[in-house]
């Protein structure tokens, strides 16, 4: 079975309560592998940028000044079916609708202050994947 990457980001309010650890622990013990990692601040142009497929939704406009309201940090997992493994353990947008032992049912705030993003096929993990990251940042 050929390894995946897929694009995580631990969103500002995971940040801003210090969960980085606890959540990338829930990754680790999935099977999943950091294998690129970086803290950065979005600037609002590259919220829009990354987020552009939402740009029509009626939240967008909250989610990039959420998104740009903290620092976050970008990460490439890797590992069997690591786009699905990452959203099994992300558990559902909504973290009401979330199932016991995910990341947003255990951590999420809000739908939208969800604590963490994934990558939602293979085709965009590698578009979002090389949005934050060179190909020799990843060291598999
Ligand atoms: P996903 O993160 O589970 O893939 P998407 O539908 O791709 O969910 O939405 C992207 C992000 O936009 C969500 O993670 C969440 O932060 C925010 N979002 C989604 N739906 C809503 C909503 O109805 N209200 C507010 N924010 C939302
Ligand atoms: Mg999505």
Known sequence: MALERTLSII????????L???I????????????????IRLTTAQAEAF???HKERPFFRDLVTFMVSGPVVVQVLEGEHAVARNRE???????????????????????EA??????????????EVAFFFAGLDIVG
Do not use: C, W
């Not at 990338?24 to 803290?39: C, D, H, P, S, Y």
């Not at 939602?120 to 993990?125: C, K, Q």
């Open 51 to 53: 987020y552009a497929v």
């Open 114 to 127: 969800n604590s963490v993003h994934g990558s939602d096929s293979a085709e965009n993990a590698a578009i």
């Open 24 to 39: 990338n622990a829930k990754f680790e013990a999935a099977g999943l592998r950091l294998v690129a990692q970086r803290r």
């Open 11 to 18: 969103k500002p309010d995971a940040t801003r309560r210090n």
């Open 89 to 111: 353990v992300m558990g559902a947008t909504n973290p009401a609708n979330a199932a016991p032992g995910t990341i947003r049912k255990e951590f999420a705030e809000s739908i």
């Open 20 to 22: 980085t650890g606890a």
